[in-house]
């Protein structure tokens, strides 16, 4: 037989050998078909060599488990106590893929022969007997299989409930008929067939419930997890198995042991049953049920025992009631703590999880009662402070904010709680050498079942950066309407001189008439009413002016760009004469009005024009034509348009035309379009720019409806944080 094994698997172990070198190496086969069907033998021997081994394991717990049912048997009833063979069968089934089921009841079949042969089992009683052995297994592990989804686990109260319905109940229940009716019709009689029946259910009930569960369980138990357990648990375990051997001995096999002990001591193992529930899980515990049953049945099948005094028939449903009532409450009790185990953890993994991500983020992250005591606070926070996380906690956050930003950051934290909700906020912070910073803000109120406010969560960042950014650009931005202003010098002074001048003449002519005509009241209130429209049209002119050299903040409000407009023309209209250039409107009426800051925009109007006139200066007077126009372009927004008829822009250059610095003037600092681009984008609008047709270039802003800036503005403020337990 070796000889014959070893000329055959010589030359193909040879030659798998080399094909693994060669494909660790990379070099190809010369023969490339031989080398596929050998690594496709190779991996059919891998994927055999398994179910041979799960095969050979099933004849070997079905054959002694067979031998210990019929050891527990009590004569002269022909039902074991306990009938391991059914069980280990269905923790088999369980823990293979269905595929190979056939596999194993051709195992358990010898098995089952060699042991039923033994006890001169007639042929026909023994293959009956084997149909419904392999029934039971069979009906338990689909049923089982079905209802959990996939690969059977006591991990959760779910999955232990379905093995109790299914394994230890429905499928015994079912086969115990079948059984019960052999014996009775070939034993004796059909008077016995519910005393059989009631013996068997319980018999196969009581092994599914106590073997399967530690097979399984054990199964799915990596051997490295039971290296690594501390020594203190592994002597605790031991601990606790001596001790359940040493009480179960004295109650259930020590010679003395019988009806006259009390009682009362069949209830000394479940201390030590609780032991291993709560602190071992459900293995523990289904490894001490075991201990347990095997000791009960042992002593009661031997005549010893609190379960001895009656009958055979009476001690064996006394037994099974007995270890059945005490086992399924305990497994459902390890099962739940189970649950409750497995849920702690992912707690703790989530809290692990999210508090690392929390400790690793360069946003400061806080948390804090109404009163804004602090009760939490991330690396970044204490890293940006300058202090301790014990010197943090329990301290008041407004304590780091400025002395006269505190009453308003109070009463803002008393409005999210009177109101919850997410908003964003900036305001100021001392830092711990006295300079000051600028923070940004996300508040989250976390509410209780009570739906009062209980605590804050907030994000934050440190803006500082930014705010210099804005203030100096508004510094730029005022300077270049001042550079505007500077421009427009001459056509400002015409602009006033005008109605100066008129003024200076209607106050003559009054004069005259007063002294020619006293009575002339009617003429002199005309030439009034002519030097106060004179008088308005000036101011108007010097409250314009002030407007654009003022240093201000941003005021968003309701624009009419339309109306807008018509003021700039008003603005340029002089310059445009000054500099022979013909100004065209196109106004669209019913326009929606936008949300934006004024003055900006028609800082952007009068640079754009100004940029237009600048590029006209080479262009014979006649085509100097500059075109303003209004309407609402194709995605809804409302859009101004200034064309010009210069000489346009070099292709090469279109793409820069808003970068700072970049200009196409001579003397130009390149400025004035790259703040217009801040002042629009700013304004969540569009700017763009480009060449005509037929010459000379067009620019233009598009800007949202007021409905449409608010929604947008409203989603990206008070978009909702993800709220991370702490």
Not at 467 to 490: D, Y
Not at 667 to 673: S, V
Request: glycine residues 8%; proline residues 5%; positive net charge.
């Amino acid at each position: 037989m070796k000889t014959t094994m070893a000329r055959i698997w010589g030359p193909l172990g040879e030659r798998t050998t080399a094909l693994r070198q060669r494909c660790a190496a990379g070099v190809a086969d010369s023969n490339p078909a031989i080398d596929r069907h050998l690594a496709a033998g190779v991996r059919g021997l891998n994927l055999r060599f398994p179910l041979i081994g799960a095969g050979l394991l099933v004849f070997v717990g079905y054959y002694f488990g067979a031998k210990l049912g019929f050891a527990l048997t009590l004569h002269p009833q022909p039902v074991s106590i306990l009938w391991p063979p059914n069980a280990i069968l269905l923790a088999a089934l369980l823990l293979t893929s269905p595929r190979s089921w056939w596999l194993l009841f051709l195992a358990a079949f010898p098995a089952h022969w060699a042991t039923q042969i033994q006890s001169s089992v007639p042929l026909p009683m023994m293959l009956s007997w084997f149909v419904s052995n392999s029934f039971e297994a069979l009906l338990g592990a689909s049923s089982i299989r079905y209802l959990v989804g996939g690969q059977v686990r006591f991990d959760s109260f779910r999955n232990v409930g379905i093995f109790i319905a299914c394994g230890v109940f429905l499928a015994p229940f079912v086969s115990s008929f079948l059984d019960a009716g052999l014996i009775a019709l070939n034993a004796w009689g059909a008077s016995d067939y519910w005393g059989v029946w009631r013996t068997r259910f319980l018999s196969n009930a009581m092994a599914a419930m106590t073997l399967v569960t530690v097979i399984v369980s054990w199964s799915n138990t990596r051997i490295a997890f039971i290296r690594r357990a501390p020594r203190a648990r592994l002597a605790e375990g031991a601990l606790l198995i001596l001790g359940l051997l040493a009480v179960g001995y004295f109650i259930f096999i020590f010679p003395d042991a019988g009806p006259g002990r009390r009682p009362i001591l069949i209830y000394a193992p479940l201390p030590f049953l609780l032991w291993a529930a709560v602190r071992f899980g459900f293995a523990g515990i289904s490894t001490s049920i075991l201990a347990v049953v095997l000791l009960s049945s042992w002593g009661t099948a031997h005549g010893q025992g609190p379960f001895s005094s009656r009958t055979p028939f009476e001690n064996a449903l006394s037994v099974q009631l007995f270890l059945i009532v005490v086992s399924i409450p305990l497994l459902c009790l390890s099962a739940v703590l189970e649950d409750r185990r497995k849920t702690e953890e992912a707690l703790r993994r989530s809290e692990a999880r999210y508090r690392e991500v929390v400790e690793t983020q360069a946003d400061l992250i806080c948390r804090f009662l109404p009163d804004t005591t602090l009760t939490f606070v991330n690396e970044a926070y204490c890293r940006f402070f300058g202090r301790k996380r014990d010197a943090l906690i329990g301290m008041k956050f407004v304590e780091l904010i400025p002395d006269p930003a505190r009453r308003k950051a109070l009463d803002y934290i008393a409005s999210l709680t009177n109101s919850p909700r997410v908003e964003t906020i900036e305001h100021e912070v001392l830092l711990p050498d006295g300079t000051l910073a600028w923070h940004q803000w996300v508040n989250h109120a976390i509410c209780g079942l009570d739906g009062r406010v209980s605590e804050f969560q907030a994000i934050g960042r440190d803006i500082t950066d930014r705010k210099r950014a804005e203030e100096a650009n508004e510094k730029l931005t005022h300077m270049s309407r001042v550079a505007i202003v500077g421009e427009l010098t001459a056509s400002i002074v015409h602009e006033i001189s005008q109605p100066l001048g008129a003024i200076l003449s209607n106050a003559d002519a009054a004069e005259m008439l007063l002294e020619v005509d006293p009575g002339n009241v009617e003429d002199v209130r005309h030439l009034l009413a002519d030097i106060r429209k004179d008088d308005v049209r000036a101011s108007e002119v010097i409250r314009h002016i002030r407007n654009l050299l003022h240093k201000r903040q941003t005021e968003m409000q309701p624009v009419d760009l339309n109306q807008l407009l018509q003021q700039t023309l008003s603005f340029i209209g002089i310059e445009a004469r000054r500099r022979h250039v013909i100004l065209e409107t196109e106004i669209t009426l019913g326009l929606p009005m936008v949300k934006g800051d004024p003055i900006q925009l028609q800082q952007v109007m009068l640079n754009l024009a100004l940029n237009s006139m600048d590029a006209m200066a080479k262009t014979p007077r006649a085509q100097r034509r500059l075109k303003l126009s209004t309407a609402l372009d194709t995605a809804g927004r409302v859009e101004v348009v200034v064309r010009d008829a210069g000489t346009g822009i070099l292709s090469d250059r279109l793409p820069r035309l808003f970068d700072p610095f970049f200009t196409t003037k001579k003397d130009g600092i390149g400025l004035g379009l790259s703040i217009s681009k801040a002042i629009i984008d700013a304004h969540q609008g569009e700017i763009s720019g480009e060449n005509n047709l037929r010459g000379g270039a067009t620019f233009g802003f598009a800007l949202l409806p007021i409905d449409r800036w608010e929604a947008v503005i409203s989603k990206r403020t008070q978009c909702q944080p993800p709220h991370v337990q702490l």
